[in-house]
């Protein structure tokens, strides 16, 4: 997705921003575009207050200018913005490559309106050709693997892979912000999204998948020349 992309697509999200709102501000290269156009838009007078999805997200709010408020503290999100690894058919998206899938899954959860902000290669007739990130709990890590790995199998998945993700210099475990791990689910083709999705939010030491289903309702996809928005 190129600079310019990224940034109409950051852009249009802008027009859903009203005064007074509470935003879930998402994770990731083109979320942190919008946030930064955003503190431009409060930096000439509009109130409103971020949750954001990250501590990196929360820094970068920070920085430019964005009010935040922890997610205890609101009894209200009115839209969150974020982007995806993958959109497919009824915008089911994968979503979690920058590990931070489980509080953006529980803020667009609690979002009236959740937007989605993609290039269209992000664009896809079936979801998988993106490593599906599930997080888990570090007690029994090993067996709750073989059990997701069970699941994606008896889903139709293809021999899957997994592997667990490492931190940036490769030793140690990449830890979540929740303080939890990650396996890279690499499926070529989830078949039955909605099955999979189920069967792991089931499987115990499962915290969460990157599977996300029925949270977006708006998906902005930039181009160099502006943005096509699709809606539901």
Known sequence: MSAKAKEHAARAALSYVEAGMTLGLGSGSTAEIFVELLGLVVDEGLSVRGIASSEQTADLARHVGVPLIDIEQADHIHLTVDGADEVGPEFAMIKGGGGRLLREKIIA????????????????????????????????????????????????????????????????????????????????????????????????????????????????????????????
């Open 109 to 232: 959860n609690a979002s009236d309106l959740g937007v989605c902000i993609v290039d269209e290669s992000k664009l896809v007739d079936v979801l998988g050709a993106y490593p599906l990130p599930v997080e888990v709990d570090p007690f029994g890590y090993t067996i709750t693997a073989k059990k997701v790995f069970d699941v994606l199998v008896a889903a139709g998945c293809a021999t899957p892979v997994m592997e667990q993700r490492y931190a940036d210099d490769g030793k140690a475990p990449f830890i979540t912000d929740g303080g939890n791990y990650i396996f890279d689910c690499t499926c070529t083709a989830i078949p039955r999204v909605r099955q999979v999705a189920a069967k792991l939010s089931a499987v115990p030491g499962v915290v969460e998948h990157g599977i996300f289903l029925d949270l977006v309702r708006v998906v902005i996809v930039g181009t160099d020349d502006g943005a096509d928005i699709l809606e539901l």
